[in-house]
């Protein structure tokens, strides 16, 4: 199986805290996203980090992707309430198939 | 921004009547993707569809569902006899191919809710 799994499980934090959620997939990949999802909603592209990438930053989010360890991090500097929500990784396979693997998810509370 | 668009948003069904989920994705893209996630539950892929046809399908994508794409805008779910565990929110969504400036990022639309009751 190529699901990623995120942890922790369930995350609480202060507002204007950083809130780091971790990510460890199976296999070889292209690239690995990060997708949020409001409670009942849809899912929202968050950011793609590539196989080649060590780094990358959108906004308040910065994303880690170590390809030896299989393991990426998600962090969110100076939380919000609006950041409530569950937190995904999603991985693809290096097969040429298009289709993602998702993780179980990090449920994030920001508490204002 | 462009999005992709689902409908109905909630639908109630019997046990064993016929359900079509619709979906229009994003105008420029070529692939496009089926996923379901049961209440609680992640979320997993259904089927992709690329050129006209089924290009990759999981376990869960058996005989009872199909996808067709019956116009140049809509991309649709069939399933034939809904089961209670069919009870899900199911995700539509596209992508351009891979390899582009945005590589392969997918995305989703707002889910249709189906309970089988």
Same mark, same amino acid.
């Given at each position: 199986?190529?699901?990623?799994?995120?942890?922790?499980?369930?995350?609480?934090?202060?507002?204007?805290?950083?809130? #780091?959620?971790?990510? &460890?997939? =199976?296999? +070889?990949?292209?690239?690995?996203?990060?997708? %949020?999802?409001?409670?009942?909603?849809?899912?929202?592209?968050?950011?793609?980090?590539?196989?080649?990438?060590?780094?990358?930053?959108?906004?308040?989010?910065?994303? #880690?992707?170590?390809? &030896?360890? =299989?393991? +990426?991090?998600?962090?969110?500097?100076?939380? %919000?309430?609006?950041?409530?929500?569950?937190?995904?990784?999603?991985?693809?396979?290096?097969?040429?198939?298009?289709?993602?693997?998702?993780?179980?998810?990090?449920?994030?509370?920001?508490?204002? | 921004?462009?999005?992709?668009?689902?409908?109905?948003?909630?639908?109630?069904?019997?046990?064993?009547?016929?359900?079509?989920?619709?979906?229009?994705?994003?105008?420029?893209?070529?692939?496009?993707?089926?996923?379901?996630?049961?209440?609680?539950?992640?979320?997993?892929?259904?089927?992709?569809?690329?050129?006209?046809?089924?290009?990759?399908?999981?376990?869960?994508?058996?005989?009872?569902?199909?996808?067709?794409?019956?116009?140049?805008?809509?991309?649709?779910?069939?399933?034939?006899?809904?089961?209670?565990?069919?009870?899900?929110?199911?995700?539509?969504?596209?992508?351009?191919?891979?390899?582009?400036?945005?590589?392969?990022?997918?995305?989703?639309?707002?889910?249709?809710?189906?309970?089988?009751?």
């Amino acid at each position: 199986s190529q699901q990623g799994e995120e942890d922790p499980q369930a995350l609480s934090i202060q507002e204007g805290e950083n809130a #780091t959620m971790n990510c &460890s997939y =199976k296999t +070889s990949i292209n690239n690995l996203q990060w997708y %949020r999802q409001n409670s009942g909603r849809g899912l929202v592209h968050l950011i793609l980090i590539r196989s080649n990438e060590r780094e990358k930053h959108s906004g308040r989010l910065r994303v #880690t992707l170590d390809t &030896s360890k =299989k393991s +990426s991090s998600l962090l969110i500097t100076a939380s %919000r309430a609006a950041d409530t929500a569950s937190y995904f990784c999603a991985t693809d396979a290096r097969t040429g198939a298009n289709n993602l693997f998702f993780g179980t998810g990090t449920r994030l509370t920001v508490i204002p | 921004e462009p999005e992709v668009t689902q409908t109905p948003s909630h639908q109630v069904t019997q046990m064993g009547q016929e359900v079509i989920l619709r979906c229009v994705p994003i105008s420029n893209h070529l692939y496009f993707y089926w996923y379901r996630q049961i209440l609680g539950q992640k979320v997993e892929f259904l089927v992709s569809f690329y050129n006209n046809e089924i290009s990759e399908k999981s376990e869960i994508f058996d005989d009872q569902f199909s996808v067709e794409r019956p116009d140049g805008s809509n991309f649709t779910l069939k399933i034939r006899s809904t089961k209670l565990e069919d009870s899900a929110m199911y995700f539509c969504a596209s992508s351009i191919p891979a390899g582009g400036p945005s590589g392969n990022t997918i995305y989703f639309g707002e889910g249709s809710w189906l309970t089988v009751v």
